[in-house]
């Protein structure tokens, strides 16, 4: 099935319910967006010569157009290929060449950056802006019919974030896509008509992914006009757009919390907010539960399984009288419906419940493996199976505790440690803004610990104070040797932290 269907599917259901909206103003009915979409994949097929596989890029400042260009590519049989508006020319270059793409729309902000890139991009034949005349000629002329598809063929090539080394294209097909749709029904929310989204993270990323599972239920899907993330905006939208579901990463929701418009939020603005992609220490989630009530759902995914691995539930969320509570919270829940999970060895054995090793999984929302990368592939397609990269433990209950990422893990004095632990610690203590804890080459212990440490403004944090903290919370063995105090921590696009940047500075 092309996943375009789900479009065909709300036309026909939802006709004339708003499907985009920019800022608080309506912009199309879901009939008016499928006949826009079936005309512009007739513009992509017949005047830019398009066939079924090709790869077609965007790189685009959160608009409602994202959503039109996404919808033609499938309808068209073609292959988005979205990048974060955020990137570097030279980023942008080395997706363009990597991806093949024949053609690449762009916001009127990105038209320079991704004109230099396409210097380096020997296929790239066009690039269309999104606010010209190209573009709004694509509106004129018949629809075509929707192009039929397998499921196994491509439909989004997803570049990894890319927190060591070069980003890789996690190939998503039809059918993984409509998996995790499915799977979203069946773990973290149905949500009945008439809802919403609000974009206020990247649409290359989460946010977009979760455009399925809200545009097949009739929701309308609101950009905000400054084009990123703005709590006070991001607050009048869900407001003006009640029954809400958003994607925000954990340090968006914690600047959501410490947000004095927060206050500003109605009853029933928000139906749910999913958090994910980096951890979120318990500190600031129970913070976040009790600012805006049972709203959160924890999802444990990677691009290579998009948004499915586990979760934790708004209903786990919410079992505060339970004596687990606190392990729930800093856990990643349970493994999603369609997905089997394990934590293993190296050599793929199951672990016993409890035993730290790497968390592998298998189920339809897998990749088909990475774009022309046949190494990383048969790294990370084993069998199967898919290696995430990530290391944790099950209880005996089957949540999955995640730790750190393997490469992550410092090895001291032969134990391991595992930064996340300590860092959840050091969160704790009120003066802490953010910290970030990494291995040091040390001639006799292999590695020792140092934490980053960003102070809030006007706080003073102490190291013995911090030492106090680790010393009641954790085994001594894993407290710091270092503290080092900065400004701020690096962080990529997707504001994960950057460990590689942190260690290369010690
Ligand atoms: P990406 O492919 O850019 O979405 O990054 C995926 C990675 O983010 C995963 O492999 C994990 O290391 C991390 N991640 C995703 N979800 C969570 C979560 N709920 N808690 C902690 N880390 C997460």
Avoid at 255 to 270: C, F, K, N, T
Avoid at 360 to 370: E, F, L, N, S, T
Avoid at 375 to 398: H, I, N, P, Q
């Amino acid at each position: 099935m092309n996943i375009a269907h789900l479009l065909l599917g709300s036309a026909q259901e939802f006709g004339d319910r708003p499907a985009l909206a920019r800022g608080p103003t309506p912009h199309l009915g879901y009939r008016d967006l499928w006949r826009k979409v079936s005309v512009m994949s007739t513009h992509l097929r017949i005047r830019f010569g398009l066939q079924r596989g090709d790869r077609v890029a965007f790189a685009m400042t959160n608009c409602v157009e994202s959503i039109e260009v996404m919808y033609a590519i499938w309808h068209a049989g073609l292959c988005a290929v979205p990048m974060n508006a955020k990137l570097h020319a030279k980023e942008f270059a080395f997706i363009l060449e990597n991806s093949g793409a024949r053609l690449c729309f762009v916001t009127p902000d990105l038209a320079g950056t991704i004109a230099e890139a396409a210097r380096e991009a020997p296929d790239l034949k066009e690039i269309v802006d999104t606010t010209t005349r190209a573009y709004g000629f694509m509106e004129v002329g018949d629809p075509s019919p929707i192009a039929d598809c397998e499921p196994t063929d491509l439909a989004w090539l997803f570049y990894t974030s890319g927190t060591t080394g070069r980003p890789k294209g996690a190939m998503l097909t039809h059918r993984n896509l409509l998996a995790m749709t499915l799977n979203y029904y069946a773990d973290v929310d149905r949500p009945v008509a008439g809802g919403s989204i609000v974009h206020a993270a990247p649409i290359s990323h989460g946010s977009g992914l979760w455009n399925f599972p809200m545009l097949a239920r009739g929701a309308v899907q609101v950009f905000p006009e400054s084009g990123k993330y703005e709590v006070p905006e991001t607050v009048e939208l869900m407001n003006r757009w009640p029954d809400c579901s958003i994607f925000l990463a954990p340090t968006m929701v914690k600047r959501l919390i410490e947000h004095g418009s927060v206050s500003d939020l109605q009853p029933g603005a928000i139906r749910l907010i999913t958090y994910g992609g980096a951890p979120m220490y318990v500190s600031d989630l129970k913070r976040a539960m009790e600012t805006l009530g049972h709203v959160l759902c924890q999802l444990y995914g990677q691009g290579e399984s998009p948004m499915t691995i586990t979760h934790l539930s708004r209903e786990f969320h919410a079992q505060k009288d339970d004596p687990r509570w606190d392990a729930r919270l800093a856990s990643a829940g349970v493994a999603d419906t369609c997905m089997e999970v394990r934590v293993v060895d190296e050599d793929g054995r199951q672990m016993s419940t409890g035993e730290v090793g790497e968390i592998i999984c298998k189920g339809d929302p897998v990749m088909a493996g990475y774009w022309n990368n046949p190494e990383a592939t048969a790294r990370s397609l084993r069998k199967g199976w898919l290696w995430t990269g990530d290391v944790g433990a099950f209880d005996e209950e089957g949540f999955l505790t995640l730790k750190d990422r393997s490469k992550d893990m410092i090895i001291s004095g032969g134990s391991n440690i595992y930064p996340r632990e300590i860092e959840d610690v050091l969160n704790l203590h009120p003066g802490v803004a953010e910290c970030s804890v990494v291995g040091r080459p040390h001639p006799e212990w292999g590695e020792d610990v140092v934490a980053f440490v960003v102070a809030r403004p006007g706080a003073s944090v102490a190291p013995a104070e911090l030492d106090r903290l680790c010393l009641d919370n954790i085994a001594r063995f894993k407290r710091p040797k270092d503290y080092k105090f900065v400004d701020a921590l690096p962080k990529n696009n997707y504001g994960k932290i950057l460990k590689t940047d942190l260690r290369s500075k010690l």
